[in-house]
């Protein structure tokens, strides 16, 4: 009888604290730990099911699919559930939900200058106020990760992509001009911006201004000084990376222009 009763004891205190730790989560504005498993699950399944698109994730279309009605005006709820959903994710398959900045749209950099000289705020505020919606991005976080073996298009796409990463990452402010990239650098790689790469269906010019942006391996702005648009490293060319496929590319290029002279 004693040791049931103890047992009985024993349960009505973890009772008591799971109740605590529950009212004390509500009233903080986050969740119990029974909802933000649910909801972090959630989060899980639509990051993973969104993946193949290889587009960064918006803020708001994670917190309007998972959370849907929910009311999260601090935003402590989705911190919560984000949190949770990458202790699962790590644990399950190495990987991270990290939240990025990604604001690829062109003429970004010209509207916060012309708002800031407009407006009495400082610069730096105008510049804020026009920035470009928070994005996620899946990430791997495993060194020595165990993964498929890519198809031929996706090798020497993402070859494609190191190597213009690397040369926006060597030119001066790490940017380029468009203009400078097409007509001074491409024809170097024996490559014209109306050029197919083998296995690719677009051309080079909307491989690097649509693909590789939507992507968030490269950023395009508009540049205030010139009026020219530019590109530099976006937020998955510092997250993500491939250096290996940039070399086999770039060997490739010059293997292919020596055989043919």
């Known amino acids: 009888n004693g040791d049931a009763e103890e047992e009985e004891a024993g349960f009505s205190q973890a009772a008591q604290s799971q109740a605590a730790a529950s009212q004390a989560a509500t009233q903080s504005g986050g969740l119990d730990q029974a909802e933000a498993d649910t909801l972090a699950r959630d989060v899980c399944r639509y990051v993973l099911l969104r993946e193949h698109t290889k587009k960064p994730i918006p803020k708001a279309d994670l917190k309007t699919n998972v959370l849907k009605d929910r009311a999260d005006r601090s935003g402590k709820i989705m911190k919560q559930v984000v949190q949770r959903a990458n202790e699962i994710l790590l644990e399950v398959a190495g990987l991270s939900l990290v939240l990025a900045d990604t604001d690829d749209d062109a003429?970004?950099?010209?509207?916060?200058?012309?708002?800031?000289?407009?407006?009495?705020?400082?610069?730096?505020?105008?510049?804020?106020?026009?920035?470009?919606?928070?994005?996620?991005?899946?990430?791997?976080?495993?060194?020595?990760?165990?993964?498929?073996?890519?198809?031929?298009a996706t090798l020497v796409y993402i070859g494609f992509v190191e190597v213009i990463i690397q040369l926006l990452q060597r030119n001066q402010n790490g940017c380029m001009s468009e203009q400078v990239l097409f007509t001074d650098y491409l024809p170097k790689l024996g490559l014209n911006k109306d050029h197919h790469l083998p296995h690719q269906t677009q051309k080079v010019e909307d491989l690097i201004g649509k693909r590789m942006v939507a992507e968030?391996?490269?950023?395009?702005?508009?540049?205030?000084?010139?009026?020219?648009?530019?590109?530099?490293?976006?937020?998955?060319?510092?997250?993500?990376?491939?250096?290996?496929?940039?070399?086999?590319?770039?060997?490739?290029?010059?293997?292919?222009?020596?055989?043919?002279?």
């Open 107 to 152: 003429g970004t950099q010209a509207e916060a200058s012309q708002a800031a000289s407009q407006s009495q705020a400082p610069a730096s505020q105008a510049t804020k106020a026009t920035a470009g919606p928070s994005k996620y991005l899946l990430v791997n976080k495993l060194a020595g990760a165990v993964s498929h073996q890519p198809s031929d």
């Open 216 to 261: 968030a391996y490269l950023k395009k702005r508009k540049c205030n000084a010139t009026g020219d648009y530019e590109y530099l490293p976006g937020a998955r060319a510092q997250l993500t990376r491939l250096t290996e496929e940039a070399y086999k590319f770039h060997e490739s290029r010059i293997l292919n222009r020596a055989q043919q002279n």
